[in-house]
């Protein structure tokens, strides 16, 4: 029994020793190596991952491969559908690595499932790859978030591309979108007599261009054992990342792939709706679309009859704001019957308050213009310095957009007008409104807060 299960051993290594090469047309019940939330579809898709957030997913070629030169080819066809549109993350990469175990502390988002903080960039991570990168992550001095790197170690690319191809029809280099959710096709050729990595892309279907995207000098001395495979990631914009088809050949040219065998392309996150019948759809959709917009211009003044504007620091204030709803009712909805005069910069009505039945004067203040608010400032920087038993006193304020309400006690004699309606322009130069408003405010309001304890 225990001899039989040694030899079951014994050939299945032998069978690794022989593999020189390989070729899936697609994964359906292949035995590859699968990590984190890798799987195969029933249809032979390979899918790395998923839209889950943050997330790993690896294949590997199940044996490892017994490099004696360092010459190798491998072609794989590749789709990235992002979960929204023209945003996703964060890349698949095509790796070489003396060990499987060795990606167990690796991270996902911008780490692409290969390195964490403290092993990227460290020499002895003996790790080849070439990145398919959705991301521009300024710590790896990412060039874009659309490039193809090579990857020695770290995920700083040695060399990178934004991903594009050449087309041999049109003489030129045209863009490719790895978020495109459609097939690309990627060939990665080392020679290790000219020491020159090829990396080529190219639409899937289109013929392998004779111009590579990277071409470049490197002394890949891979000696030993190495694994193969895949390694994807997501982050917090994630993408659906697969795999359609893979060939390999440690020392010479890959087998192509048969392209008609490969499982059917993943697909698009939204399908084309059918199309309506446009001589009742439109209509329809005119006459409910004008519903929807009434009702909601409807419901946004009904919301915004009230609506105010109030920041964190005014809360130190609380006594002195008072809230739109309660200068509304005490105006009647400024009704023009309250209005005593429309004077310097802004009408006054009359109001009795709701909460105390206090008689007031109501300034309405209109600042959309800059200089409104200014003059707001000299306002209450005015009524904050000559506070006087003779003089209208500032009650408290409120701030809506493009106007500012100043509450004050009512007085039937002549003081309200020949103040209120006096533009008292003063010189001041404030830089920043916000900044001087909310330190005149302090000031007056301090300067109250002690006048009422006097
Ligand atoms: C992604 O795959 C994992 C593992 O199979 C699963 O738990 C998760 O629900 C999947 N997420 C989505 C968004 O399909
Ligand atoms: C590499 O090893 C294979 C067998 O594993 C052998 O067939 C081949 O000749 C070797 N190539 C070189 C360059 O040593
Ligand atoms: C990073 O990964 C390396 C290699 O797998 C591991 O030795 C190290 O403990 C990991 N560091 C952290 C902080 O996880
Ligand atoms: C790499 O590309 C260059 C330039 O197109 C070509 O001359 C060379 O043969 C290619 N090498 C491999 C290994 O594909
Ligand atoms: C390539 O790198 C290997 C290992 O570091 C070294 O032994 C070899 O001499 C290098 N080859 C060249 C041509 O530099
Ligand atoms: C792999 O490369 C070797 C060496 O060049 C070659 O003899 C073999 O035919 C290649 N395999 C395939 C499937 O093309």
Redesign the pocket.
């Known amino acids: 029994m225990s001899i039989l299960v040694y030899m079951v051993i014994i050939s299945s290594i032998a069978i690794a020793e022989n593999q020189?090469?390989f070729?899936y047309n697609g994964f359906h019940g292949s035995n590859l190596h699968l990590n984190g939330i890798a799987k195969i579809h029933p249809n032979g898709l390979l899918e790395l991952t998923n839209t889950s957030y943050q997330q790993i997913g690896r294949a590997f070629f199940p044996f490892p491969i017994k490099f004696n030169t360092s010459?190798f080819?491998t072609t794989f066809v590749f789709a990235i559908v992002p979960k929204l549109p023209k945003l996703g993350g964060h890349g698949i990469t095509f790796t070489i690595s003396p060990s499987i175990e060795f990606f167990n502390r690796a991270l996902a988002n911008q780490y692409l499932g290969l390195f964490n903080i403290t092993s990227n960039g460290h020499p002895t991570n003996r790790v080849f790859a070439i990145e398919l990168d959705t991301m521009k992550n300024p710590e790896f001095e990412d060039i874009d978030d659309n490039h193809v790197g090579i990857d020695i170690n770290s995920l700083q690319s040695y060399v990178s591309a934004p991903a594009s191809y050449y087309s041999d029809k049109e003489k030129e280099n045209k863009a490719l979108r790895l978020l495109s959710g459609k097939p690309v096709q990627l060939w990665i050729d080392y020679d290790e007599r000219d020491m020159l990595l090829n990396v080529t892309m190219a639409p899937f279907g289109t013929q392998k261009p004779w111009l590579p995207l990277l071409s470049t000098n490197l002394n890949l001395s891979m000696s030993g054992s190495m694994h193969v495979g895949f390694s994807a990631s997501t982050g917090s914009v994630p993408s659906d990342q697969y795999i359609l088809g893979w060939?390999f050949?440690?020392?010479?040219?890959?087998?192509s792939l048969d392209y008609a065998k490969l499982p059917p392309p993943p697909p698009p996150r939204s399908r084309p709706r059918a199309k309506p019948d446009f001589r009742v759809a439109v209509p329809s959709v005119i006459s409910c679309l004008l519903v929807i917009t009434f009702i909601g211009t409807a419901y946004k003044m009904w919301i915004r009859r009230y609506e105010e504007i109030r920041e964190d620091w005014e809360h130190e204030y609380g006594p002195h704001r008072f809230s739109y709803k309660d200068l509304y009712n005490a105006t009647k909805g400024f009704k023009g019957r309250e209005l005593l005069g429309i004077g310097g910069f802004g009408e006054v009505y009359k109001g009795v308050l709701p909460s105390s039945n206090e008689q007031v004067a109501i300034k309405r203040v209109s600042h959309s213009s800059k200089l409104g608010m200014k003059e707001f400032i000299a306002e209450i920087a005015t009524m904050g310095r000559l506070r006087h038993r003779n003089l209208v006193q500032l009650l408290g304020y409120c701030r809506r957009k493009g106007e500012l309400l100043l509450v004050y006690d009512f007085m039937a004699n002549g003081s309200l007008d020949t103040f209120l309606f006096t533009n008292e322009k003063m010189n001041l130069n404030w830089s920043k409104e916000l900044k001087s408003l909310k330190e005149w405010l302090h000031h007056l309001f301090t300067s109250m807060k002690i006048g009422n304890k006097l």
């Open positions: 020189n090469q070729v010459s080819s060939s050949n440690k020392s010479g040219q890959s087998q």
